[in-house]
């Protein structure tokens, strides 16, 4: 099967820049997604990558690499409410999403 | 306010009850899906509707029913409770099957067996 590797925590200080990685499964893929998520929260969309290279929305950037299976999510000027899940989200050959178990961001003042 | 909204938000249930959890989108998005989020697991995928009218079997589709009468309501039925059906049950949408772009979740069923 699919399998979809993130860390399962990190900490970083406000203010700071923190980078969490995602590999995947490089057959079958049509797209890498991440998505935040508060606690006791839904899932909320951040970005979408399907070429090689770094995607930038405001704070928040996204990088991919097809040829090695790799992705990250960048965040910088880190902020206290930056505190959530972040998942990890391949869409495979059938237009179906395989999740990572998602990487929990501990912001500290 | 547009979005998904899901019933019941919380639930406690006995082992071998029925019970229905309800999704109802209003933004026309043609795909539906349920997931189940577990700790320390990834979302798992129970079942999917491309379209009203059809409807698909996900990773993790044994115990659960889904039924598709339209495009606005897709509910979850587990006809027989099992403790193993724990979880926290995610209902999204998104514009149609096979997109690229964003999936739209609903706030969340936290679902107890006991």
Not at chain 1, 4 to 19: K, N
Not at chain 1, 34 to 59: C, I, M
Not at chain 2, 13 to 36: F, I, K, P, S, V
Request: proline share 3%; aromatic share 10%; net charge neutral.
């Amino acid at each position: 099967g699919q399998n979809i590797d993130q860390p399962t925590e990190m900490t970083a200080t406000e203010g700071a820049i923190v980078q969490i990685n995602c590999t995947y499964q490089t057959s079958g893929f049509n797209g890498l997604f991440w998505y935040q998520q508060h606690a006791g929260e839904a899932p909320t969309f951040l970005s979408y990558n399907v070429l090689d290279g770094l995607e930038e929305k405001g704070r928040f950037s996204s990088f991919l690499s097809r040829s090695k299976g790799y992705s990250y999510l960048l965040l910088k000027e880190l902020q206290m409410k930056d505190s959530a899940s972040y998942l990890c989200a391949q869409m495979d050959s059938n237009y179906q999403l395989i999740w990572g178990a998602g990487t929990k961001l501990i912001i500290k003042p | 306010i547009a979005g998904i909204t899901q019933a019941p938000t919380s639930q406690i249930l006995a082992a071998g009850r029925r019970m229905t959890l309800r999704c109802t989108q209003d933004m026309r998005h043609n795909a539906m899906y349920w997931y189940r989020q577990d700790l320390g697991l990834g979302l798992r995928l129970i079942h999917y509707s491309n379209t009203a009218g059809t409807t698909g079997k996900g990773e993790v589709p044994d115990g659960y029913s889904v039924s598709r009468a339209n495009t606005d309501d897709f509910p979850l039925t587990l006809a027989s409770a099992v403790p193993s059906q724990t979880s926290v049950y995610f209902c999204a949408s998104s514009e149609k099957s096979g997109d690229t772009g964003e999936l739209f979740f609903g706030e969340g069923s936290r679902l107890t067996v006991l």
